[in-house]
Each structure stands twice: as C-alpha cells, then as structure tokens.
C-alpha cells in the first residue's frame, strides 16, 4: 500500500512537471511568435517606408522634370539662345547654332559658291536612319566632289524613348569624335554606323540596351582610334547639347510648315541654304529623296560627283520647289 501512495505521488508530480513543461514550452512559442511578428511588422513598415521614400523620389523628380520642361517651354528662343552661349564645355567646331560643317576642305572649311545642306538628327530617331541610309551617299559624294557644304546638327531629345539616355550618349560621342579626330570622314562614317539597319536600336518598349562599349566598337569600325573612342563617352558636352535641344526646336524657320506637325520642330530636319527643306513635297511630287535633292538644288544627278559642276541655286538660293519647279 505504502508503495502505491509513493507511485502514485510520484504520477501526480510526473503529470505537473509535464503540465508545467507544455506550459512553459506553449509560452516560448508564444513568445516566439511575437518577436517574429514584431521583426516581420518591422520588416513591412520598413519596405513601406523605402516604397514612401522610393515614390517621393519619383514623384519629385517626375514634377521636377515636369517644371523643368515647362520652364523650357515657355522660354522664349533669345533666352534658349543665351542659354546655348552660357553652356560650358562648347564643341570646338560647333557654330553658335550647333552645326558643325564639312566640306571637301575639311572641317569649317566652306566651299564658296555652292549650296550648304543642313541635317538636323537624333541618334534614336527612325526616320533619321531612313533619310541617312537613303541620302547620305549622295550628300558626302557631292560634299567630296565641293557641290555642296554639309553641316550635321546632333540632336538628344529622344533620351526619353530608351532605358539609357542613348542619345546623349551617341550625340555626345559624335560631338566628341568632331572635335578630336581631323578627319570628318571618320565621323561621317561614325554616323553611319550608328544609323545601320542592324545596329540602330529601335525606340520605345523595344528598346534593347546599347553600352558605350558597343558605340566604341562603331567608332573604332568608322577609323577612329581607340584612344579617342575611349575617352568620347565622357559625356563632355551634355550642358550645351541639353540647352541645344532647347533652343533648336524654338528656331520658327525649322518648324514643320505643312502635315500633322505642322507648326512643331521634328526630326529629320534638313535645311538647304538655311531654308527648311519640305520633305512631304516628296510624295506629292512623286520623286525619291536623292531625285528630289538633285532637283531642289538645281543639279543634273549624272553631275553628282564631278568637281566643277555646280549646282544652280549657288550658295544663297532657296531650294526650287518639287511641286511647282520655282
């Protein structure tokens, strides 16, 4: 009997020190759980917190940008024009208007008594590749041959339709190459690379990164050298040519005359002699754009290339209209 009280003491101990131990083991989990609430309740307000941050930021820039742009836009061409002077640094061999000419002479170098052909482009831009792959032949035959002056105007606006600012990057490379290698048929050659159907990437959501590493290996293709394709991606001229791609778009004698953008600047822009060149005349002339170039500046296109044979309209005439032949 004696020994049952003992066993059964000892079941009514077993049975609390078990109570007592779920107990105690019920109250670590619950505790547990706590901090891991409290740590997974940190967690959630910090991520909120870096969203907030995040979405500040964002929305800062967004309506930073937004007056920014708005500023630019009502500001008036003399000031955008000031804005461009202030600009440091300035390409060497940019004019005042953001050109830089070429001729058979080279760089700067204008071929008197002959037309000058003006190209206004954006690296991003589709419609340039297409002008640039269908004309340019003939505008650097006819600038080798001294029929014309060439005067090429990098633009960067388009920065907006790619995930990396190519066309600052491209304009800026450009730029860059103009002023530190002599031989403007590097650059030309340059531009065409970029402007090739299987190397110009395409804009918007099917943009597909470009490295600058990529944009060297077109430079070092056109006969740049290396050293000079590695040090033009510094980006050296990014304030001239964001106040350039103010100020160009303000300048009345480039806006669109006639179509759906009529009274806006786009590009391609070509100017002849100074004077916009209508490129929607084109089609309602039935006529290609290297025919419809030959005839706006006066010149027989079995002419293109033979040095002496200059075109009619000379150095100051307006372009002959393709629709009316004046």
């Known amino acids: 009997m004696a020994q049952n009280k003992t066993t059964k003491r000892k079941t009514r101990a077993d049975r609390r020190a078990a109570e007592e131990a779920a107990a105690r083991i019920a109250a670590e989990k619950a505790a547990k759980e706590r901090r891991q609430q409290t740590i997974i309740g940190a967690i959630v307000v910090a991520i909120v917190v870096v969203l907030l941050v995040v979405a500040g930021v964002a929305i800062w820039n967004a309506t930073r940008?937004?007056?920014?742009e708005q500023a630019q836009a009502n500001m008036s061409v003399g000031d955008a024009y000031s804005a461009v002077e202030r600009a440091s640094p300035k390409p060497e061999r940019a004019d005042k208007k953001g050109g830089i000419l070429i001729s058979k002479d080279g760089y700067n170098k204008s071929v008197s008594d002959v037309p000058t052909v003006a190209v206004y482009m954006d690296f991003m831009c589709p419609g340039c590749g297409s002008v640039n792959r269908q004309l340019d032949p003939t505008l650097i035959k006819l600038t080798n041959a001294g029929q014309i002056n060439l005067e090429l105007h990098f633009l960067s606006f388009m920065d907006r339709y790619s995930t990396d600012e190519y066309s600052s990057?491209?304009?800026?490379?450009?730029?860059?190459?103009?002023?530190?290698?002599?031989?403007?048929?590097?650059?030309?050659?340059?531009?065409?690379?970029?402007?090739a159907e299987d190397f110009q990437p395409s804009e918007g959501s099917d943009y597909q990164p470009v490295s600058d590493d990529k944009l060297k290996e077109q430079a070092v293709k056109a006969g740049v050298s290396q050293s000079v394709a590695d040090a033009a991606f510094g980006r050296d001229y990014q304030d001239w040519l964001d106040a350039i791609n103010v100020y160009t778009p303000k300048r009345s004698e480039l806006l669109n005359t006639t179509g759906t953008y009529a009274g806006s600047f786009t590009t391609p822009t070509i100017t002849i002699n100074g004077t916009r060149w209508n490129l929607n005349d084109l089609s309602t002339a039935g006529v290609s754009i290297t025919?419809?170039?030959?005839?706006?500046?006066?010149?027989?296109s079995s002419k293109a290339g033979t040095a002496g044979e200059l075109p009619s309209i000379g150095a100051s005439g307006k372009p002959i209209s393709l629709t009316t032949g004046e």
């Open 291 to 300: 025919d419809g170039l030959f005839q706006s500046i006066g010149l027989d």
């Open 65 to 68: 940008k937004s007056a920014e």
């Open 169 to 195: 990057r491209a304009a800026n490379a450009a730029l860059y190459i103009a002023d530190h290698d002599d031989d403007p048929n590097h650059l030309l050659e340059f531009v065409k690379n970029l402007y």
